[in-house]
């Protein structure tokens, strides 16, 4: 009789198990909360930045709570100057910050202090590529402690079908750096390489790459631009971007505004990554993204099944 009851109650457990798996199978945040995940909202400023709730503290009286983001396209987390003033931080000899994303520990992290008036607070790739962090776009969610494994297991039973792509990581053009890119066809050309930059308010491409190709700009759509890590910019907007393609395939939606062209931007990238290119934050929120830059994927909805992966 007991051997009867073991069993019942092992086939109980495995039912419960399935059912709850079975629950959330077209809901991702769902199953990774259930497989330990913890989840954070962000929220995008007019400036097309990613923010979150943080609190950022140098001893325990000492803390600031406020908005926290994320650059995949920089290797230092950043805080401002105002920033380092109220918590009365010397990158020099203080060097780290106890960091909390929301609500969770993220442990205690170095930090570069900025005077730029275009940053602001954040973590950049460095953190993420030592980090189960997982970026969704498209839900505006951060996931925490979320392995490969997890996402494979959602995949595999999922009713929503996903392009699993797989990024290149290269450590570019500063030496600690981790930024992940992808080698992309535009208009049917041979493919460059774009990097992966929701730091990058705009999805960008190379000047004069786009008109050594044939890409045409709208002459009537060209400004100055001073917010530029490299100074002045004068920048341009592509008109007939009409196919971005990866391994042959389409790699998602167009932007409808094309991209911005700045002239001399490129040319402060090593001529040896011939980088022609940046994804930015336009182009993952409109394609409803999902990266992880440690694990070197992004995960893209089809197209008909966007908006519905809640």
């Known amino acids: 009789?007991?051997?009867?009851?073991?069993?019942?109650?092992?086939?109980?457990?495995?039912?419960?198990?399935?059912?709850?798996?079975?629950?959330?199978?077209?809901?991702?945040?769902?199953?990774?909360?259930?497989?330990?995940?913890?989840?954070?909202?962000?929220?995008?400023?007019?400036?097309?930045?990613?923010?979150?709730?943080?609190?950022?503290?140098?001893?325990?009286?000492?803390?600031?709570?406020?908005?926290?983001?994320?650059?995949?396209?920089?290797?230092?987390?950043?805080?401002?100057?105002?920033?380092?003033?109220?918590?009365?931080?010397?990158?020099?000899?203080?060097?780290?910050?106890?960091?909390?994303?929301?609500?969770?520990?993220?442990?205690?992290?170095?930090?570069?202090?900025?005077?730029?008036?275009?940053?602001?607070?954040?973590?950049?790739?460095?953190?993420?590529?030592?980090?189960?962090?997982?970026?969704?776009?498209?839900?505006?969610?951060?996931?925490?402690?979320?392995?490969?494994?997890?996402?494979?297991g959602f995949m595999e039973n999922t009713n929503i079908t996903y392009k699993k792509i797989k990024l290149e990581r290269d450590r570019g053009r500063f030496k600690n750096g981790n930024y992940v890119s992808i080698y992309l066809s535009v208009n049917g050309n041979t493919p460059v390489k774009f990097i992966i930059d929701n730091g990058a308010s705009n999805s960008l491409i190379d000047y004069d790459y786009a008109k050594s190709v044939g890409i045409q700009f709208n002459k009537n759509n060209c400004f100055s631009s001073s917010n530029s890590q490299v100074g002045n910019l004068t920048l341009c907007r592509t008109y007939d971007v009409y196919s971005v393609r990866w391994r042959g395939n389409e790699l998602g939606n167009y932007l409808a505004n094309g991209f911005l062209a700045p002239q001399n931007f490129f040319n402060h990238f090593p001529q040896k990554e011939k980088v022609k290119g940046i994804l930015g934050m336009d182009w993952l929120l409109t394609n409803q993204a999902i990266l992880s830059v440690k694990n070197k994927v992004l995960y893209l909805p089809y197209l008909s099944q966007r908006k519905n992966h809640e």
Request: proline fraction near 1%; charge should be positive; aromatic fraction near 12%.
């Open 1 to 152: 009789m007991k051997k009867i009851i073991s069993l019942i109650s092992l086939l109980l457990i495995v039912y419960t198990a399935s059912f709850a798996d079975n629950s959330y199978k077209n809901n991702l945040m769902g199953y990774l909360k259930q497989h330990g995940s913890k989840i954070v909202d962000f929220s995008v400023n007019k400036r097309n930045e990613l923010r979150f709730d943080s609190v950022l503290c140098i001893s325990q009286k000492r803390c600031i709570g406020g908005k926290l983001g994320i650059d995949s396209g920089d290797p230092f987390n950043n805080i401002t100057l105002t920033t380092s003033e109220l918590l009365n931080f010397n990158a020099k000899t203080n060097k780290l910050l106890n960091t909390y994303i929301d609500s969770h520990t993220a442990g205690k992290l170095p930090f570069s202090v900025s005077k730029d008036t275009f940053r602001y607070n954040y973590l950049g790739n460095v953190f993420l590529a030592k980090n189960d962090i997982w970026i969704d776009f498209g839900n505006k969610k951060i996931y925490l402690n979320a392995s490969e494994n997890m996402f494979n």
